[in-house]
């Protein structure tokens, strides 16, 4: 398996605009997580989807982030419209509930900058 | 609630010698605790696990962990340390409160590692 996939990579965008971050998750598995990373505020849980239904999304910092899961392969997270302060690396991450004991695979993160 | 805690911002060690990065939890029930690292600009990449059985687990790249239930810890540690090894590094207790499914995150100690 090709692991967590997300992209982009790295989003340079200007305040205000829309940016919306993607997430493929490792087949077969059931639960899928957002992480933002940041210096100042370390790993933070946005949401997590189980069996592509919103389970918690608390940590979702305010109505300008939302998060989809139209299906069992695929993520969005979307900001509208982003700020400066929303710049940081976005991680997707997933796992299977049925087996296993709970550890999450990551992907590699989306490094966004916001102007 | 769960959670665990890195006493430890960072962990400085020379080539060649042990290394121990420290993590306490705090959980109800039995716990289950992880450990993470991140390489710079990377995700984050499972190392080991600690679920039940043996107290002593080993994992990838040399690493092992003691899970000590009296002390409520869960320190990593390596016998010989590698320049390569440095990274942050990320204990997790799994919560399983209600219908959660997530693991909870310490605050990272970065282990830096000299020639």
């Known amino acids: 398996d090709a692991g967590v996939i997300q992209s982009p990579r790295h989003e340079v965008t200007e305040m205000g605009q829309e940016v919306t971050l993607r997430c493929k998750p490792i087949s077969g598995h059931d639960y899928l997580f957002w992480y933002r990373q940041t210096m100042m505020r370390g790993l933070e849980l946005l949401i997590y989807?189980?069996?592509?239904?919103?389970?918690?999304d608390s940590g979702m910092p305010e109505d300008r982030f939302s998060a989809k899961m139209p299906n069992a392969s695929f993520s969005t997270l979307k900001i509208q419209p982003s700020e400066p302060r929303d710049s940081a690396v976005y991680f997707c991450a997933s796992s299977s509930g049925r087996q296993g004991t709970g550890e999450l695979f990551f992907g590699e993160g989306s490094r966004l900058t916001v102007l | 609630a769960q959670s665990v805690a890195q006493p430890e911002d960072q962990v400085n060690v020379a080539e060649g010698n042990p290394l121990t990065v420290k993590c306490t939890y705090s959980?109800?029930?039995?716990?289950?605790l992880f450990w993470y690292v991140q390489y710079p600009n990377r995700g984050l990449q499972f190392l080991l696990k600690y679920i039940t059985g043996d107290n002593l687990v080993k994992g990838s790249y040399g690493f092992e962990a003691e899970f000590n239930k009296s002390q409520t810890s869960f320190h990593l540690k390596k016998p010989s340390a590698l320049v390569s090894d440095s990274a942050l590094y990320f204990c997790?207790?799994?919560?399983?409160?209600?219908?959660?499914?997530?693991?909870?995150f310490g605050t990272g100690t970065l282990l830096a590692v000299q020639p």
């Open positions: 989807f189980n069996n592509n239904v919103p389970i918690d």
């Open positions: 997790a207790v799994r919560d399983w409160g209600g219908a959660t499914n997530k693991l909870i």
């Open positions: 959980v109800s029930g039995n716990p289950y």
